[in-house]
């Protein structure tokens, strides 16, 4: 599963193709139009650069689509024109990325809303979503499922091409599920019709054909939901409703057509058969136990896990708005569920297994546009330093994308995809919440929101 990961990488820029690195220049007068044609420097700016090392002072020169060169401050400069953003020790750090991304959900109370929308107003909706990540710094988004088969895959390609602002995505399917499971919504007195949030199979053969037809359609993630979920009360999370053999059907297509697995895989036996089969991405794992704990372990160079904090802390915390949870009963469950998944990522964090911010949103209690704050979260609930959460949402998510070696830090040769920030996300990540305080965001070496004119002298 790494090499189809790596494989997705270089299917996105063939190793070898990036522009030679240049050298820090000083600046002109007249600084032409910021863009990816001319070259931007970011002068004196605190680089946090996701490695894990402090900030430091320098100028970074972005060339193209990429970082050409950093100069740390005193470094000899070269002459050469570029548009100069005076940082003023601003931080300069890499985009977000969201790894448990839902564009297409729709801050819906309950998934019915998913087959009231006709397709046309779902993708408008979708493209709205994607433009509040980039507004919102989430420079990449790893989807987590489309709630109609092609809306995350045309969104993909409408990005790419420019045609719309959004981040850079990784497409998935609709969720495949069981019969019963998690998100099947069909009445037995009611014609589902064309409407699906998610997808019901049963058995490995519709599961394999599901997923080819998914990757024949231009996925990059296939999604599974092989356990239950607290949310749906007759299959709760601690159940398990995947068979292995249906585990392993979709993860053997995911193999030959080189696509990545995903799983919401809440139970213990969820989780494991993930892990055997060769799942990349294995969500919430509330109910891990130990032997699940070791598998987990045993592939952490292979896989990521990302518990999706913020959609169970608002629900607890926002959904009573809402009416929602419905019965005091659901919302001990609910808690307990937090409780063990809190313990659970502990647990992995400990054992070195890579553990992401992201959390669901496009529900109700939990809307898109406030998708930064699962940061803090990770530091409250789950002992995380700053620092690691914003790895984390960095570096590793430059990872999840399978683009670790080019994407997620601010180094030289990665692709440009910047924020620079007023204060230190250090002293307080809650700043990442802040659009005002995202003085610029930059993606693949062009800004989406330009800088204040105060720091380009103009
Ligand atoms: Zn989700």
């Not at 070898?16 to 970011?42: E, K, W, Y």
């Not at 970074?60 to 953003?85: D, K, N």
């Amino acid at each position: 599963m790494v090499r189809s990961i790596v494989k997705l990488a270089q299917c996105v820029r063939m190793p070898g193709s990036r522009p030679p690195h240049a050298r820090i220049t000083d600046s002109c007068m007249n600084p032409p139009a910021t863009g990816a044609a001319g070259a931007v420097l970011f002068r004196d700016a605190s680089v946090l650069d996701s490695s894990g090392a402090p900030p430091f002072r320098a100028d970074v020169r972005v060339e193209g689509q990429r970082i050409a060169a950093i100069a740390r401050s005193g470094a000899a400069r070269q002459p050469g024109a570029a548009t100069v953003i005076e940082c003023r020790g601003a931080t300069l750090m890499p985009g977000l990325i969201e790894p448990h991304a839902h564009l297409s959900f729709v801050d819906q109370a309950t998934p019915f809303a998913f087959t009231a929308i006709p397709v046309e107003e779902h993708l408008l909706l979708t493209l709205k979503h994607a433009k509040l990540y980039l507004d919102q710094g989430f420079t990449s988004c790893f989807s987590a499922a489309a709630t109609k088969p092609r809306l995350d895959i045309v969104v993909r390609d409408a990005i790419a091409r420019g045609d719309h602002p959004g981040p850079r995505l990784r497409a998935a399917s609709v969720q495949l599920t069981v019969t019963g499971g998690v998100g099947d919504l069909r009445q037995l007195h009611l014609d589902p019709g064309e409407a699906m949030y998610t997808l019901p199979c049963d058995g490995p053969v519709e599961f394999r054909r599901a997923a080819r037809e998914a990757c024949r359609e231009g996925v990059d993630v296939l999604k599974i939901v092989p356990s239950g979920d607290t949310s749906t009360p007759a299959v709760p999370s601690a159940r398990t409703l995947m068979t292995d053999d249906e585990v392993a059907a979709v993860c053997e297509v995911a193999r030959a057509h080189e696509r990545v697995v995903a799983a919401h895989a809440r139970s213990a036996e969820s989780i494991r058969m993930c892990v055997r089969h060769g799942v990349s991405v294995v969500y919430h794992a509330t109910c891990a136990d130990e032997e699940a704990l070791d598998l987990l372990e045993s592939r952490k160079a292979a896989l990521f896990v990302a518990p999706a904090l913020s959609v169970t802390v608002t629900r607890l915390r926002d959904a009573g708005k809402f009416g929602l949870p419905a019965s005091d009963a659901l919302k001990r469950r609910i808690e307990t569920d937090l409780e063990r998944t809190i313990a659970t990522m502990k647990a992995l964090k400990a054992r070195g297994v890579r553990v992401l911010p992201g959390g669901d949103y496009g529900f109700m209690w939990n809307p898109h546009g406030a998708n930064a704050r699962d940061l803090t979260w990770f530091v409250d609930l789950l002992g995380f330093t700053p620092m690691e959460a914003i790895v984390g949402a960095t570096r590793h998510g430059g990872e999840i994308m399978g683009m670790g070696e080019e994407l997620g830090q601010v180094r030289e040769g990665f692709l440009a995809d910047l924020l620079l920030v007023d204060g230190d996300p250090l002293a307080d990540l809650s700043i990442l919440e802040d659009r005002a305080r995202l003085l610029a965001i930059m993606k693949d070496g062009t800004f989406h929101k330009h800088p204040p004119a105060r720091l380009t002298g103009r």
